[in-house]
């Protein structure tokens, strides 16, 4: 008898979920506002001259000028991919991020996260992280199965951010773009739907404000409540 032949898994009770839209995605912490010139540029451009080391692995920048930052808000604000967001830190009362969506896949039930730069003031903050959940909540609450991370991989600290957010690792594509003018290797990075459940429970454990002593610090760390979630890590951060 010729052997059967292994197919696909059928995908039942799914249907294609919504692109972005105007939401606002709010938690405790950070609140996130579809990206406007006139409404986010000037302070998300202060926030950003502190460092311009922020912006070596994006495509884009520095922006010495203020003028010129708010021309290129104005250039992809209201586009639908990449769809991106400001971010607010609640505690602060400062605009001092985005973040987007993008290579935005309905049909495929696939999403991505990218173009993060968080202004230093930002970074390693309970509203960088609670940013990152919101985005991640949304889309799987969408109905997306799939949700992305690539970067630079040169990019050790994205790397290691992924894998904190409980991104599996998913391998290295050589030679995969020219960025300003040098060889961009990409790293990738996935989590699914199954996965969703507990990767949730973590944030929510990681962000409570149980987990934090008086002077701020965490008692339990994001990526120790992520890693039995985590199907695979990467190679590179272990060396």
Known sequence: MPKLRKIDEPVTNWSSPPRPGDQVLEGQYAILEPLSATRHGAAIHRANAVSDTIWDYLPYGPFALEA???SWVKEIEGKEDPFFYAIKDKTTGKWCGIASYLRISPEAGSIEVGHINFAPELQKTRAATEAMYLMMLWAFEAGY???????NAANLGSRRAAERLGFSYEGVFRQAAVIKGRNRDTAWFACIDSEWPA???AFLTWLSSENFTPDGTQIVNLSGLSRPVRVSEDPVLKT
Request: hydrophobic content about 25%; charged content about 45%; some cysteine.
């Open 68 to 70: 010129d930052y708010v």
């Open 199 to 201: 990767l949730k429970s």
């Open 145 to 151: 199965r799939r949700y992305e991370w690539k970067c």
